[in-house]
T-cell receptor, first 109, second 118 residues
Framework: AQRVTQPEKLLSVFKGAPVELKCNYS??????LFWYVQYSRQRLQLLLR??SRESIKGFTADLNKGETSFHLKKPFAQEEDSAMYYC???????????FGSGTRLSIRP | DTGVSQDPRHKITKRGQNVTFRCDPI?????LYWYRQTLGQGPEFLTY????????KSRLLSDRFSAERPKGSFSTLEIQRTEQGDSAMYLC????????????????FGPGTRLTVT
């Protein structure tokens, strides 16, 4: 069955420290993976998608098919990074998205 | 704001009542999705439309739930005989799919409708 697992409900790091939000997926086909972010009082928005292979707001994520992981990383956390982060898997003829349960990232000053 | 809009933003209803939510997608988007999100969880897919056709429904969508997109523009999600377990945030998203070109862009989400069933 298709599944996205985010093992950490809360991650708290100091400003300037590296950040890694973990995501593992289960999918038999060729996955398309995303990270969505929701800042306080804002709507869910796309942060990055693996096929773009780009860095957004200093965040990167590499798809590791061997480990079935898509961890989100940033070398130096900033206070404005505090938000809820969801890893997501697109499947079924690119129709529906399966979301993980989310990780709340809290950046301490 | 030309993004996805949802109405109402909040709805409080008594158990057993019917409720209807509306979603207005981004105007040129041909796909429209409904998700439900409960506390501490990520959004869960409910159903989606390609233009006016409802192409897929989740098992989460019991027969008390019905969604329409009559003219391929806005969509409504109706819940009949609401139960306390229906309390959740209902999210709408839209995207543009150009299947002939194998292109589907990202899903853009609305602000959600928070339903509380008392």
């Amino acid at each position: 069955a298709q599944r996205v697992t985010q093992p950490e409900k809360l991650l708290s790091v100091f400003k300037g420290a590296p950040v890694e939000l973990k995501c593992n997926y289960s999918y038999s086909g060729s996955p398309e993976l995303f990270w969505y972010v929701q800042y306080s009082r804002q709507r869910l928005q796309l942060l990055l998608r693996h096929i773009s292979r780009e860095s957004i707001k200093g965040f990167t994520a590499d798809l590791n098919k061997g480990e079935t992981s898509f961890h989100l990383k940033k070398p130096f956390a900033q206070e404005e990074d505090s938000a809820m982060y969801y890893c997501a898997l697109l499947y079924s003829s690119a129709s529906k998205i399966i979301f993980g349960s989310g990780t709340r990232l809290s950046i301490r000053p | 704001d030309t993004g996805v809009s949802q109405d109402p933003r909040h709805k409080i209803t008594k158990r057993g009542q019917n409720v209807t939510f509306r979603c207005d997608p981004i105007s040129e988007h041909n796909r429209l999705y409904w998700y439900r999100q409960t506390l501490g969880q990520g959004p869960e897919f409910l159903t989606y439309f390609q233009n006016e056709a409802q192409l897929e429904k989740s098992r989460l969508l019991s027969d008390r739930f019905s969604a329409e997109r009559p003219k391929g523009s806005f969509s409504t999600l109706e819940i009949q005989r609401t139960e306390q377990g229906d309390s959740a945030m209902y999210l709408c998203a839209s995207s543009l799919a150009l299947l002939g070109r194998g292109y589907i862009n990202e899903q853009y989400f609305g602000p959600g409708t928070r339903l509380t069933v008392t």
